[in-house]
């Protein structure tokens, strides 16, 4: 083994080290705390589209929109104010706009959820709710952690 080698990989290993110390933490410290809010927004976005759908007779699709829009509001405000640590942007109209967009993105796949779970997998409003919350929650975390939340 050449000495540049075992330099690199005693470097890799390092990194790997200080990232595990540093990041393993706060990551799982992070995504504790917006699993909270993520329940609250959860909460606001299930019961209001149970009272639009059940209560007012609105069709699920067109409710759901309307129900994610008000739990996607409680999670931004909860993630910037508690969840997450560090921010990538200073701007907070360009962070608020860019959360919304990755939040389009989870409510593509929520709404996608929901349909296929009611149209195919005849499954109840609420129990496709459920598959479609934990899919789009693992997609906004993740995508919300890359590209707007810092270590």
Do not use: C
């Not at 690199?8 to 992070?30: C, L, T, V």
């Not at 389009?104 to 959820?113: F, Q, W």
């Amino acid at each position: 083994m050449s000495h540049l080698t075992y330099e690199q990989e005693a470097s890799s290993r390092q990194s790997q080290i200080i990232a595990a110390n540093i990041g393993g933490p706060i990551i799982s410290s992070e995504l504790s705390r917006y699993l909270v809010v993520s329940t609250v927004a959860l909460a606001a976005d299930v019961g209001f589209l149970y009272t639009l759908s059940a209560g007012l007779g609105a069709h699920y699709l067109f409710a759901n929109p309307i129900a994610f829009t008000l739990g996607a509001l409680v999670a931004y405000f909860g993630s910037v104010h508690w969840a997450f640590r560090g921010r990538r942007l200073s701007n907070t109209g360009l962070e608020l706009a860019i959360f919304v967009a990755i939040g389009v993105g989870g409510l593509a796949v929520n709404e996608s959820m929901m349909w296929l779970g009611i149209e195919f997998a005849a499954l109840s409003l609420l129990f496709a709710k459920t598959v479609a919350a934990v899919t789009s929650f693992a997609f906004n975390f993740i995508m919300r952690k890359l590209v707007l939340f810092s270590i």
